[in-house]
């Protein structure tokens, strides 16, 4: 069997529920997990293991050729039986699942989180899970009492805005950080760890990249962490935050984007006018029906003695507004407002308005908030999003800010 580098033996040991996994391409991430994976499927009973990718549209063609590739290199062809996108264990009774989160349908976090006894979540290429919710979705169902829970999270870095990074690096550890802190077991693998197992074409070429372009070569190889992507409109560290805000004298005005699809979120924010700046200081943000939506978004009428809601009325927007109403017995006045604007416009249009006047809170993680400030921080500005509905609800309260109240 081919030997596991020495800073993968905290993956052997099992010893934390998570595991983040980074490094430069070319330096064994996925390669070495496969391996693993694959000796514990094979040698271990009853681990069952769920392997996704955010998008895989075909297991059999892309992820299943590479694991028989590590069975073989493992001596291993007797121990599995190998289907369209499982491989079933046949000494073990342990078996390996390949899904992709993202299908054509939508994001399938209710499938996926329905799956049994899952015990390890392998999460390929994370850096593409855009939101930390889907993430934590999934992470509640891996609780099997069989076997030691697993969530091993295999990525290049990406940009310090991405919730991997906010929820699991930034002020705990150094992008290169190799152990344990706080349940969370760190690898992060190099191009030199690896290269002798490299091509030695591709090693010469990026030994002189590294020695005539050194910074040239860390974005090639995906070094570390980036500090900004300059398609992001609304970039964490262009954001102004708050922790406490008075409201004593503010005017507390709200705006809704109603989810209309399968896989939006439905999005409302709570703003409190204060002078020419608007502080957000709460917000419903979740996939959940309006069952759950409703009374929440009562209760923050309620709470902060709303004055003026406008609610989105395209599509589902306007039966949902007059389902609110008939259950709202308060003093806000609830506008259902009809946006003729493309959205992506709008977010843009608004964008330099929301920068200079808005300010969003610090938000505890696993709240709604946290991930709507999750979501609206990834918002990008060359229409490569998969979520659009924080920027579009937050833009929405800038202009109908600006044009009913600010004039």
């Known amino acids: 069997m081919i030997r596991i580098h020495k800073k993968f033996e905290p993956l052997i040991q099992q010893k934390t529920r998570y595991y983040i996994i980074t490094g430069e391409r070319g330096s064994s991430k996925s390669f070495t997990v496969n391996l693993f ?36 290199l493992n001596n291993m062809e007797g121990y599995f039986d190998v289907q369209l996108r499982d491989i079933y264990a046949t000494k073990t009774n342990s078996k390996i699942m390949f899904r992709g989160i993202k299908t054509s349908q939508g994001i399938q976090t209710a499938k996926l989180k329905s799956l049994t006894d899952v015990n390890i979540w392998v999460i390929d290429e994370a850096e593409e899970l855009p939101d ?23 990525l290049n870095p990406a940009y310090k805005n991405h919730w991997i990074y906010k929820r699991f690096f930034d002020g705990r550890v150094a992008d290169d950080f190799n152990g344990e802190l ?33 910074d040239r070569f860390r974005k090639v190889m995906a070094v570390n962490w980036k500090d900004e992507d300059e398609a992001i409109v609304f970039s964490i560290g ?35 006018l204060i002078g020419d700046n608007i502080f957000i200081i709460d917000t419903v943000f979740t996939q959940a029906d309006s069952n759950y939506t409703i009374p929440k978004i009562i209760s923050l009428l309620e709470k902060y003695k709303v004055s003026l ?15 609110l109403k008939m259950q709202y017995e308060g003093t806000c006045k609830i506008i259902a407002y009809p946006n003729t604007q493309q959205k992506h416009s709008r977010i843009v249009i608004q964008a330099d308005y929301i ?13 709604e908030y946290y991930n709507y400030i999750n979501q609206l921080t990834a918002y990008r500005n060359d229409k490569k999003s998969d979520f659009d509905d924080a920027a579009d609800a937050t833009a929405g309260l800038s202009y109908q800010i600006r044009r009913t109240l600010k004039k």
């Not at 694959?38 to 293991?49: E, F, Q, S």
């Not at 954001?239 to 399968?262: H, M, P, S, W």
């Open 238 to 272: 262009k954001l102004k935050r708050f922790t406490e805000v008075d409201l004593t004298n503010a005017q507390i005005v709200a705006y809704c984007d109603i989810a209309d699809q399968g896989t939006d979120f439905l999005c409302f924010v709570v703003g409190a």
């Open 355 to 367: 920068l200079d006047q808005f300010h969003f809170k610090h938000a505890d993680r696993n709240t």
């Open 37 to 72: 994976l694959t000796r514990l499927a094979g040698l271990n009973n009853d681990n069952i293991i769920l392997f996704t990718r955010y998008t895989l549209e075909s297991a059999k063609d892309s992820i299943i050729p590479e694991f028989k590739e590590k069975i073989m």
């Open 182 to 214: 706080d349940g969370v077991t760190y690898i992060n693998m190099t191009f030199d760890d690896n290269k002798h197992n490299l091509d030695q074409e591709f090693v010469n070429e990026m030994e002189l990249l590294r020695s005539t372009d050194y």
């Open 132 to 154: 930390e919710e889907t993430f934590e979705t999934i992470n509640k169902s891996v609780r099997s009492a069989k076997n030691r829970n697993m969530v091993i999270m295999i």
């Open 309 to 323: 809601a406008w609610f989105e009325s395209n599509a589902m927007g306007l039966a949902y507004t007059k389902m």
